[in-house]
T-cell receptor, first 114, second 113 residues
Framework: QQKVQQSPESLSVPEGGMASLNCTSS?????YFWWYRQHSGEGPKALM?????GDKKEGRFTAHLNKASLHVSLHIRDSQPSDSALYFC??????????????FGEGTQVTVIS | NAGVIQTPRHKVTGKGQEATLWCEPI?????VFWYRQTIVQGLEFLTY????????DSGMPKERFSAQMPNQSHSTLKIQSTQPQDSAVYLC???????????FGSGTRLLVI
């Protein structure tokens, strides 16, 4: 079973609209979560990280983490055509301050329709 | 800062040939990761190094895949006797430490024919 599961698989949103992506982990060892975005032909780029319960806002992007349910969400408001991309949720375990591997979800393809 | 540099961007090999992929991490980043991306399997972890030492290779197909990091400025992923199922985008990433964003390269698209 995939340790990090994302929904939906794909999402279409009108330009200027709100996109909501979800991610659930089945592994309670995961402590740190990221959202990555990948445009076609490029590597994934870190969008934002969230490590504590609650909301974190960066510009048009808001992430929410609930560690009890291991659920992470990403909301994109005022969606722009440049937001069309593949979005990944990623998680890592606590490794004592040292870098550890990231486990990625399957991805959500977001298409912003003009 | 040129970011993580991966070469070549594209590689075509015949079945049974060897492929070597190169990665130059961001200077000062202590950890280097290799991932493989396909439509079917998504982003799969292969292996990683921390301060050049191999830490976890649990995602590596054991028999034909190997990775090395001979110095802090580059890492290589070698695939021997390539098979069509090895066709994928191979991504390298580096990170300065825990809780820091991982920076990915643009990847090497490997096609085995």
């Amino acid at each position: 079973q995939q340790k990090v599961q994302q929904s939906p698989e794909s999402l279409s949103v009108p330009e200027g609209g709100m996109a909501s992506l979800n991610c659930t982990s089945s592994d309670r060892n995961f402590q740190y979560f990221w959202w990555y975005r990948q445009h076609s032909g490029e590597g994934p780029k870190a969008l934002m990280s969230i490590f504590s319960d609650g909301d974190k806002k960066e510009g048009r992007f808001t992430a929410h983490l609930n560690k009890a349910s291991l659920h992470v969400s990403l909301h994109i408001r005022d969606s722009q055509p440049s937001d069309s991309a593949l979005y990944f949720c990623a998680a890592s375990e606590h490794t004592g301050g040292l870098s550890g591997k990231l486990t990625f979800g399957e991805g959500t393809q977001v298409t912003v329709i003009s | 800062n040129a970011g993580v540099i991966q070469t070549p961007r594209h590689k075509v090999t015949g079945k049974g040939q060897e492929a070597t992929l190169w990665c130059e991490p961001i200077s000062g980043h202590s950890a280097v990761f290799w991932y493989r991306q396909t439509i079917v399997q998504g982003l799969e972890f292969l292996t990683y190094f921390r301060n050049q030492a191999p830490i976890d290779d649990s995602g590596m197909p054991k028999e034909r895949f190997s990775a090395q990091m001979p110095n802090q400025s580059h890492s290589t992923l070698k695939i021997q006797s390539t098979q069509p199922q090895d066709s994928a985008v191979y991504l390298c990433a580096s990170s300065p430490g825990q809780n820091s964003d991982y920076t990915f390269g643009s990847g090497t698209r490997l096609l085995v024919i």
